[in-house]
């Protein structure tokens, strides 16, 4: 049996590794999936692999109320409803201590993983009011349970919404809508071999390559290795669908045994 027949999916993020993950495998669920990023070339070309009769696509930016309004009215428009949203967008920012940090970089990273977070959750919940029921799911990180130098608004900002995760969901349980947060290790995409460059440059050393520093983030994960946005998908689906019924105010980690030590 698919999990989420006739379920209708906003994923913000769509274009990139976890969100186009999640909406191949929310599809292939059965799922109506409305894809929410900044390149439509990128959008279009996942909507097309997925098929125009289960995916669509919205260009926006997630920091500006009136898109993110828009999004969700799209979703409406085009399938006629909301039953999940999956607030995915985020950017990783720089790799520099507090003290060189540009405040400019600070204010995007907040602006873009916490404030378009919030903005989704406050046009999708009475989208999902109406229907009496719903599943949010944010994506957060290892970095929102502790602490990484010289990612001091990322990890900022992935503590944060975990707050905002445990409101809504006091908010939203009397309105049938769960809220959850996942928090994936490092994955396999486009972020971490940001994350890795700049962890180079940072070092300022000729020992510094990318291939040490990928070695190094992964020895830090028990499993020895980083995971592939299908793995974070996953859960995402797990929580996207009725099967995780009496889940919510949760933080659900995705992360090879990261958390499980002190490492
Ligand atoms: P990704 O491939 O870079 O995907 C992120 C997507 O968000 C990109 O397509 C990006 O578009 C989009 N985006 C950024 N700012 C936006 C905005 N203002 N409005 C709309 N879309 C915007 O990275 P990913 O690894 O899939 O990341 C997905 C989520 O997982 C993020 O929240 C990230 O923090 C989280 N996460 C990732 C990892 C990891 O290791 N990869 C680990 C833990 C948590 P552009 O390309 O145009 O910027």
Redesign the pocket.
Known sequence: MVRLQGKIAII????????QAAARQFAAEGARVVL????EA?LQSIVGSIGEDKASYVV????QPEQAQGYVKAAVERWGGVDILLA?????GAVSPITDYAIDTFDQVL???VR?VWLGLKYVIPAMRERGSGSIVI?????GIGGTAGMSA?VTS?HAVIGMMRTAALECAPLGIRVNTV?????E????RSLEEMRVAAEDSSEATIERTKLAFEARIPLQR?GD?EEVAKLMLFLASDDSSFCTGGVYMVDGGRSAGNT
């Not at 913000?12 to 969100?19: D, F, L, M, Y």
């Not at 929410?36 to 390149?39: F, I, L, N, S, T």
């Not at 994506?139 to 970095?143: E, G, I, K, P, V």
């Open positions: 913000t993020g769509g274009a990139g590794g976890i969100g929410v990023d900044r390149e990128a926006a930016d997630v920091t995915n967008a985020g950017i990783e602006a873009v993983n378009g994506t957060s990180s290892t970095a990322y992935k928090n994936p290790a490092p994955i995409t486009r972020m971490m980083y946005p």
